[in-house]
């Protein structure tokens, strides 16, 4: 008889395990899934000389996807590492996208303003792209990280930028006000989480996949037969 109800405690265990699995894992791809598009209104031209974001593609690309972001953001880290270099290469480097990234670093994350200081002295070398790599590819060195400063000072150096320029960048932190200004610009045009994209008019939530960005870009301007 104890061995019965032992075994009935072991299996009822193992369901309630499954089950708060099962939840957990549903809450997860839940988590994952972007808002369907949703139509705003065309991002407005910035006065002359105004901040526009970190920019690669042509000018005359027929589709322009602005990407606000945040580096400390797992989802954005995803969406960087395994669907940024197909874009890259399948969609901006053969003219069809326009790509544009904007600061938005979310309050309560912090370790991302570090994080988007450092982009944006990377900038000042020519080297955006290089640190945004950087710190995306090599998320887990810095991010939990109490000081996190340390570390992207060595990712700094591993991309050739002038430690001493780089350095007295960081500690200044002089793009600060331009960097929670493009983020109000966000919240102004009612972004609210990371990442999120602007495909010309249409608004999408959430990291996507390649083909689905692809397909968007697709019907917004569909490629030569």
Request: net charge positive.
């Amino acid at each position: 008889m104890a061995a019965q109800r032992k075994l009935t405690g072991f299996y009822t265990g193992l369901v309630v395990i499954a089950v708060i699995g099962a939840g957990a894992l549903w809450l997860a791809r839940r988590s994952g899934q972007g808002t369907g598009p949703q139509v705003v209104d065309p991002a407005p031209a910035g006065a002359p000389g105004s901040f526009e974001g970190y920019v690669q593609g042509s000018d005359s690309a027929p589709v322009t996807i602005i990407e606000y972001a945040d580096f400390e953001c797992p989802a954005c880290m995803q969406f960087a590492v395994l669907t940024g270099p197909d874009i890259k290469r399948r969609l901006v480097e053969t003219g069809r996208v326009r790509w544009i990234f904007r600061d938005f670093p979310i309050e309560g994350h912090r370790n991302s303003m570090p994080a988007h200081l450092a982009a944006a002295c990377a900038d000042e070398q020519g080297r955006f792209w290089e640190m945004h790599d950087q710190l995306f590819f090599n998320h887990r060195r810095w991010v939990l990280e109490s000081r996190p400063e340390r570390r992207i000072r060595d990712l700094a150096r591993a991309i050739g930028l002038d430690e001493k320029r780089f350095n007295e960048c960081l500690s200044s932190a002089r793009y600060r006000d331009r960097i929670l200004a493009t983020r109000q610009i966000g919240v102004e045009r009612g972004v609210s989480s990371t990442p999120t994209f602007e495909v010309n008019n249409l608004r999408v939530t959430g990291s996507l996949g390649f083909d689905s960005l692809r397909a968007l870009v697709d019907r917004l301007a569909p490629p030569p037969q």
